[in-house]
C-alpha cells in the first residue's frame, strides 16, 4: 500500500511512479489523501479536477441523498450504507469523465468520505481484492477537529510563528526574521522595477511570499511541490528579460540542483535563488537542515553566493542580486539574527567587524557571525587578538579579505553548512591561489562547519553547542589552531536510521 497526499501528485516522481506502476499492472492500493492542501492550497489541473468533483454539486447532493435513503431501509440499512461507495463510484462515472488515473492503467475508486471510518474501512477491504493497481480518492480536511488549525486559512497550522511571552504577559511579535524582512524588501523592489517576478514550490506562506502575491498577483507563480519545474520555468523567464526570484528551502534546492546548473547557471541568466531555512534548522527535523546549499551554489560556475548576517542585510543583498546579470543565491536560516551582528555592507564587498594584531583571521558566513565575535571576546581573555570578517559574499569572495587573510599567520573559517565543499574550503582555496599568484606562502586554515553526517532533530543553539559551533566551541577551535593542536572532539548530534543501524562515521 501507497499514501500520497494530493499535493505530492504536483510532483513529476509521482506522475512517473504512477505510470510505471499502471504498465506494471501489479496489484498496489494507493490512498490519495486529498485534503486540498499541500503547505498551502494544492496547485495543478488535477488537483483542480479533484476539488471539482469533491465540491460537484450534483454528485454531492445525489450521494448525500442516496446515504439517507440507504440507512432508511429496515433492517438493511446499515449495510447498504457502509456498501454505499460502490454505487457512489458509479455516480462518479455518470458525474465525471474518464479520469487521469485509469488513463494511465490505475484503477480509480472515490471519492471516499476520509472522515467516516465505516466507510473508508470497506472501502480499503474491497480494493485490496483488486487484481492490479488502485487508486482509492479520500477527502479529508487538514486540522479537522482542531479549532486553532481550522482557522488559519494560510497553513491549517502547518507551522506557526511562536509569539513572545513572560508568564501571561504578551511581549508583541518577535524581531523582524530573515523571511520578514526577505518579504518586504521584495515587494518594495518590485514597486520599483515590473520585471521582477516571484516563484514559489506550493510555499508562498513560508517563504515570505504572501505579500508578493497580495500586492502583484500577476507577477506571481505557484508551480506547485515542482522545484525543478520552478527552477527552469525562472530560467525561460530571465530569457525573456525578466528577474525572476526563486524562493525554495535550503533543503528543497537539492530537488532543482541539476536544473540550477545546467538550465541557469550554464547560460548564466540572472535568476535569483532565495534559500530559506539554511543551516541547523532544528525542531523541523532532520530532512530540513539546509546543510548542503553552500556545496551545491559553490559548485555552480559564475553564481555569486550571499549569506546576511542579519535581517537588515537581506534586502541590501536581494538589490545587489537582482542587479547583477547572471545567477545568484541568498541562503539565510529559519533562527533569529544574533543580536550583536549589526551593520550592513554594500555590493559584493565583506565586513571587517574586528581588527586583531595578525596571530588569526576568523572568516564567518551567515548567522555564525554573532558567533565568531563572541569567540574573538572570549579569546582575547586569552591574550588571543583575533581578526573577524563577515564574508557576506561567499562567491566571488572579496579580494580585500582575503589579501587581509594572507597577512595573518591562521586562518579559520566557520559557517553553518558542510565543510565538504562548502564554503570554508572555498575561501582557504581562495586564498590558496592569491598566494601563489603573489609568491608567498598560504597560512595554514582550519575549516569549522557541519561533518558529514545527517543532524539531528533538536533546538537549533543546543545542536550548534553540540558541534561545537557556538561561540565557546569556536573559541577553542580557534586556540588549537593557533597553537597547532587538532581541532577538539566534539559529540555529533548523530541522526540514526529507524532500522537501528550505527551512524556511519
Not at 510505471?20 to 488537483?47: E, F, K, Q, W
Not at 572555498?426 to 592569491?434: D, H, K, M, S
Not at 543553539?461 to 572532539?489: F, N, Q, T, Y
Request: proline share 7%; net charge negative; hydrophobic share 40%.
Amino acid at each position: 500500500m501507497a499514501i500520497v497526499g494530493d499535493g505530492s501528485l504536483t510532483g513529476g516522481m509521482a506522475y512517473e511512479a504512477i505510470n510505471n506502476l499502471g504498465h506494471s499492472g501489479r496489484r498496489c492500493v494507493i490512498v490519495l489523501n486529498d485534503n486540498g492542501r499541500s503547505y498551502a492550497p494544492t496547485i495543478s489541473r488535477l488537483s483542480e479536477s479533484l476539488t471539482n468533483l469533491r465540491l460537484h454539486p450534483t454528485y454531492v447532493q445525489t450521494r448525500d441523498r442516496l446515504r439517507r435513503v440507504l440507512r432508511e431501509i429496515p433492517g438493511v440499512g446499515e449495510f447498504a450504507y457502509v456498501g454505499v461507495h460502490g454505487v457512489t463510484s458509479v455516480l462518479r462515472e455518470i458525474v465525471t469523465p474518464h479520469t487521469f488515473f485509469e488513463a494511465l492503467g490505475v484503477r480509480y475508486v472515490g471519492p471516499i468520505d476520509g472522515h467516516d471510518i465505516a466507510v473508508l474501512e470497506q472501502s480499503l477491504r474491497n480494493a485490496a481484492e483488486w487484481d492490479g493497481p488502485i487508486v482509492v480518492h479520500v477527502l479529508t480536511e487538514k486540522g479537522r477537529g482542531y479549532a486553532p488549525a481550522e482557522q488559519d486559512d494560510v497553513q491549517r497550522l502547518h507551522d506557526f510563528r511562536v509569539r513572545a511571552h513572560v508568564g501571561d504577559e504578551d511581549l508583541g511579535v518577535v524581531p523582524e526574521s530573515y523571511t520578514d524582512a526577505f518579504s518586504r524588501s521584495l515587494v518594495d523592489l518590485a514597486a520599483e522595477d515590473d520585471r521582477i517576478v516571484a516563484l514559489t514550490a506550493a510555499m508562498p506562506g513560508p517563504t515570505g511570499l504572501l505579500p508578493f502575491q497580495s500586492k502583484f498577483p500577476e507577477r506571481f507563480f505557484d508551480v506547485g511541490i515542482a522545484e525543478q519545474h520552478e527552477m527552469t520555468a525562472a530560467a525561460g523567464m530571465a530569457m525573456g528579460g525578466l528577474r525572476p526570484v526563486v524562493a525554495v528551502y535550503s533543503t528543497f534546492f537539492t530537488r532543482a540542483f541539476d536544473q540550477a546548473n545546467l538550465d541557469v547557471g550554464l547560460h548564466r541568466l540572472p535568476v535569483v535563488t532565495v534559500l530559506d531555512r539554511a543551516g541547523i534548522t532544528g525542531d523541523d527535523g532532520p530532512s530540513h537542515h539546509g546543510m548542503l546549499d553552500l556545496a551545491l551554489c559553490l559548485s555552480i560556475p559564475h553564481m555569486t553566493v550571499f549569506a546576511p548576517s542579519n535581517a537588515d542585510e537581506v534586502g541590501v543583498m536581494l538589490e545587489t542580486a537582482l542587479a547583477l546579470p547572471g545567477p545568484s543565491s541568498i541562503r539565510f536560516p529559519k533562527t533569529a539574527p544574533p543580536d550583536r551582528c549589526v551593520g550592513v555592507g554594500e555590493g559584493l564587498r565583506a565586513r571587517r567587524l574586528r581588527e586583531g594584531d595578525g596571530s588569526v583571521c576568523v572568516l564567518a558566513v551567515g548567522k555564525l557571525v554573532g558567533a565568531a565575535l563572541d569567540a574573538a571576546d572570549l579569546l582575547a581573555a586569552q591574550g588571543i587578538d583575533a581578526s573577524v570578517y563577515d564574508v557576506r559574499v561567499v562567491s566571488p569572495p572579496d579580494p580585500e579579505m582575503i589579501d587581509s587573510a594572507l597577512s595573518h599567520r591562521v586562518v579559520v573559517t566557520v559557517e553553518d553548512g558542510f565543510r565538504h565543499g562548502g564554503a570554508g574550503e572555498f575561501l582557504l582555496g581562495a586564498i590558496a591561489t592569491a598566494a601563489s599568484e603573489s609568491g608567498v606562502v598560504a597560512p595554514p586554515g582550519r575549516v569549522l562547519g557541519v561533518p558529514r553526517v545527517f543532524v539531528a532533530h533538536g533546538k537549533p543553539d543546543g545542536l550548534l553547542k553540540e558541534l561545537g559551533l557556538d561561540g565557546v566551541g569556536i573559541a577553542e577551535s580557534v586556540r588549537r589552531a593557533v597553537d597547532g593542536a587538532p581541532d577538539a572532539v566534539v559529540a555529533i548530534p548523530f541522526a540514526t536510521h529507524q532500522t537501528g543501524l550505527p551512524p556511519i562515521r
